[in-house]
Nanobody
Framework: QVQLVESGGGLVQAGGSLRLSCAAS????????MGWIRQAPGKEREFISAISKSGRNTYYADSVKGRFTISRDNAKNTVYLQMNSLKPEDTAVYYCAARTGVAINTDYEYWGQGTQVTVSS
């Protein structure tokens, strides 16, 4: 089992940047593929990005491709989401999630509590 804690959310103006972090504890972090999923008010959860266990392979939803970058540091048990050129439609609660194999959907086994990102126009 792995425990996940997100940080780095906040309020930012359109066009700005934020970097989310997700610290993992418990079982070996490098045993898990990691993902970021978001949920806007009144909407279903949306897959944003994923990264393989080694960090070699990354995946993005079309809505964030070219603006967001996922990375991980297995020595620090942390996964990051660098978000640039933010838009008001990026406003959501962002969740970090883990599973044993990479998934480019919301089907993850372990979830953090979420961090709010609000982008003002």
């Amino acid at each position: 089992q792995v425990q996940l804690v997100e940080s780095g959310g906040g309020l930012v103006q359109a066009g700005g940047s934020l970097r989310l972090s997700c610290a993992a504890s418990g079982r070996t972090f490098s045993s898990y593929a990691m993902g970021w999923i978001r949920q806007a008010p009144g909407k279903e959860r949306e897959f944003i990005s994923a990264i393989s266990k080694s960090g070699r392979n990354t995946y993005y939803a079309d809505s964030v491709k070219g603006r967001f970058t996922i990375s991980r540091d297995n020595a620090k048990n942390t996964v990051y989401l660098q978000m640039n050129s933010l838009k008001p439609e990026d406003t959501a609660v962002y969740y970090c999630a883990a599973r044993t194999g990479v998934a480019i959907n919301t089907d993850y086994e372990y979830w953090g509590q979420g961090t709010q990102v609000t982008v003002s126009s």
